[in-house]
């Protein structure tokens, strides 16, 4: 999840949504992780603290740096 979250780009820092698949072959293992990435400032900003704080306890979103974390 980490690595999918950075290879989104830098600026950002919550993944929503996430699936991740395995796939195992002889001598092969693939991960594949999926979601759709957020900029937590940005939406913070756009929608005001208490929206963005009611939109994210309503969706399972993995972050390193948001608090509420529904991976861990």
Partial sequence: MDIALENAGPEYDILMDGVVRYASYVFV????????AYNST???????ALEYDEWLSYHETYSKHVKKQAFN
Avoid: S, W, Y
């Fill in 42 to 48: 940005e939406m913070r900003t756009a929608m005001g």
């Fill in 29 to 36: 293992t693939v991960i594949n992780v999926e979601g759709k």
